[in-house]
């Protein structure tokens, strides 16, 4: 170490030649990524079944215009837990990108060090005498980042933070569409235990008229055993129905982020019936318009930028080191002589074992995955989109005609029933088609529940930016 006098005017010059070198670093890199287009193959111009109109960016569950929907969503985006761990990812890939970048800039350290010492003394006597020795200093490192390797690293960390949030938005729609559909469900089986119970006064009615007739001798007890049998078919579906609703109920729960067997207050009596299908846009609108889409290019620009983080490893590296500091003897003079150490490190890789063109194959590889992850993802989401678009047009026909068979079932059934009444059949056409109305009852809620998930599904697969109003709130 050398003490240099004028210390302050020197140091002034050595961090203004720094400041100039950290400036025209980051101008000389060589390995900057190039803008890549990423075709996907077969991508259709247009959905198969609807015309390309622009798409509605409200949140979709709005248009079934129920209040306690709305309180379950915004319950469930305040304490769903998976939503949480999907927001402390974001913050760790957020960390990440900070500590990627930190080395663009120059590192400083405080050192500090003290001895304490006592020693016999050497004139023969027992006398001893105490040394204190103390150090004060500051130590700093900058690697000049020549070949844009640090940057790489950095824009390859914020990009992934990037994919990370979207990751996070995909997580929400995928919650919104869970809870609605769960509640949906739960709707579905009130309705069925209402209508189970319905069913079971009716058929209990039947069973006393025709305990009536087999008394008078009218008819055998066979028909008086066959409607014994509807009735207690009924009565075995009610408990299979309730503890369905009670798995819903719980599942839904802890959606909310509360405990299974929570009261959850839901008085909907009835399905809100889907309009007609909304618009859907352009399959290409879905790059945009779908988080998980946007994420899985977001980490092929990422990967990019980490190909050029190692092909720039493979070059020299320089770095600055400095340490200044004082002892016990420098105390009266802080601020005039200081002991200063500068140097500068040249490493150049010569012989590593392939290591770092290893990273650069694997580099090349994961972009590879990547491209081939985002064109996959694209045309999932195009698959999904019109995978919803079939179901909910064939439900809808399936829903129309059942409700045709429902119709005929039921002046099948007042006419088996006018018959046997006067003699002319016996009970057995009425059985039939008293099971046969029951049954169609049963199914028509349980479609229109499926006509309504699958709208649920299909505003899911069209994705939306509707998940960035909540970015506010955290």
Request: aromatic residues 6%; charged residues 25%; negative net charge.
């Amino acid at each position: 170490m050398t003490v240099i006098t004028g210390i302050n005017r020197n140091m002034v010059w050595i961090w203004l030649k720094l400041a100039l070198i950290m400036f025209l670093s980051g101008a000389c890199s060589p390995f900057i990524p190039q803008a890549r287009t990423v075709s996907v193959e077969d991508m259709p111009e247009a959905f198969s079944l609807y015309p390309a109109t622009p798409s509605n960016p409200d949140p979709w569950w709005l248009s079934f215009g129920s209040p306690e929907l709305n309180r379950f969503l915004d319950e469930a985006f305040d304490g769903n837990f998976s939503l949480r761990q999907a927001w402390a990812r974001l913050e760790q890939a957020r960390a990440l990108a900070v500590q990627a970048g930190a080395d663009l800039y120059p590192d400083l350290s405080a050192t500090g060090g003290t001895t304490h010492a006592r020693q016999r003394s050497d004139n023969g006597t027992a006398d001893t005498f105490t040394t204190r020795n103390y150090s004060l200093g500051l130590s700093s490192r900058y690697e000049i980042d020549l070949w844009g390797r640090i940057r790489a690293e950095r824009t390859a960390g914020t990009l992934t933070a990037d994919a990370t949030l979207e990751d996070w938005n995909a997580t929400v729609i995928a919650l919104a569409a869970e809870v609605a559909t769960s509640w949906a469900q739960i709707i579905s089986r009130q309705m069925q235990l209402r209508l189970l119970d319905d069913q079971l006064k009716t058929n209990r009615i039947y069973l006393e008229l025709v305990e009536l007739r087999y008394r008078k001798g009218m008819v055998s007890a066979l028909d008086v055993f066959q409607q014994k049998q509807v009735v207690e078919n009924v009565r075995a579906q009610i408990p299979l129905v309730e503890a369905s609703k009670q798995l819903l109920l719980n599942q839904l729960a802890v959606l909310l982020g509360k405990a299974p067997g929570s009261r959850l207050d839901m008085g909907e009596a009835a399905l809100p019936i889907p309009e007609d299908i909304p618009a859907v846009g352009l399959p290409a609108d879905l790059l945009a318009s779908r988080p998980d889409v946007r994420a899985a290019g977001l980490r092929l620009a990422a990967a990019d930028w980490q190909l050029t983080a190692a092909r720039a490893d493979r070059l020299p590296a320089i770095s600055l080191t400095g340490t200044v500091g004082y002892g016990p003897a420098d105390i009266d003079r802080v601020l005039d002589n200081w002991i200063l150490s500068l140097a500068s490190n040249l490493a150049a890789p010569i012989l590593d074992g392939g290591r770092r063109a290893a990273e650069v194959d694997r580099s090349e590889a994961v972009i590879d995955e990547n491209l081939a992850a985002y064109r996959e993802t694209v045309l999932i989401a195009i698959r999904e989109v019109e995978d919803a678009l079939v179901s909910e047009t064939g439900q809808r026909q399936h829903i129309a005609a059942l409700g045709l068979q429902f119709e005929a079932a039921q002046k099948a059934l007042v006419e088996a029933r006018e018959r046997y009444r006067k003699g002319i059949d016996d009970y057995l056409p009425v059985l039939t088609q008293l099971l046969a109305v029951q049954n169609l009852e049963r199914d028509l809620i349980e479609q229109k529940a499926e006509l309504l998930i699958d709208r649920i599904d299909l505003y899911e697969a069209l994705g939306g930016s509707w998940p960035d109003s909540l970015h506010a709130g955290r």
